[in-house]
């Protein structure tokens, strides 16, 4: 028998699920709004609007991918096909906007300049699902079920480097 296994996916939250719950995006700016705003400007037809997705990664390292505040890891189903992005191109427009903010320091001028130029090709590169040099591959759906709660207690993300094991598991 040959196949592929199904694809796992993770999502953390700070609100609380069962088994059998179905989680929905909450209509929030995940990033500054200006970026949101970009990138609303030129969502396809067809692209889930970021404000309303759910996001999933295919592991449960979060220590990448921008959360920040502590939450439950669930192992969800996505309702549909998930849509695949590279949030490294959000990245370069977050450094783009320290740059702008804090310009009393050097080292802000080694990140790239707020501009049309970037904000087109890293918006043109989010939603065209294309890879950065370094992608960190997120997974937009509009709702998905949650199958199993990985961690029933609040992580902290930055605790999930590498996967998040729980507290005596043998790695």
Not at 49 to 64: K, N
């Amino acid at each position: 028998m040959s196949g592929t296994l199904p694809m796992s996916y993770f999502h953390m939250s700070p609100s609380t699920y069962v088994v059998g719950d179905e989680i929905f995006g909450n209509g929030r700016d995940k990033v500054d709004a200006r970026i949101e705003d970009e990138l609303e400007k030129r969502r396809p037809d067809g692209a889930f609007p970021r404000r309303g997705a759910v996001y999933c990664l295919e592991s449960t390292d979060f220590t990448t991918c921008g959360v920040v505040s502590s939450g439950y890891i669930y192992q969800v189903v996505p309702s549909g096909e998930p849509q695949r992005r590279d949030f490294s191109w959000i990245g370069e427009m977050q450094k783009a906007l320290l740059r702008l903010k804090y310009t009393q320091y050097e080292r802000m001028k080694e990140y790239p300049e707020w501009s049309p130029d970037l904000i087109e090709k890293c918006c043109s590169g989010y939603w065209n699902g294309e890879a950065t040099n370094t992608p960190g591959w997120e997974y937009l759906t509009s709702s998905c079920t949650v199958v199993e709660v990985v961690a029933g207690e609040l992580i902290d993300p930055k605790s999930t480097n590498g996967g998040w094991r729980p507290r005596g598991a043998i790695s």
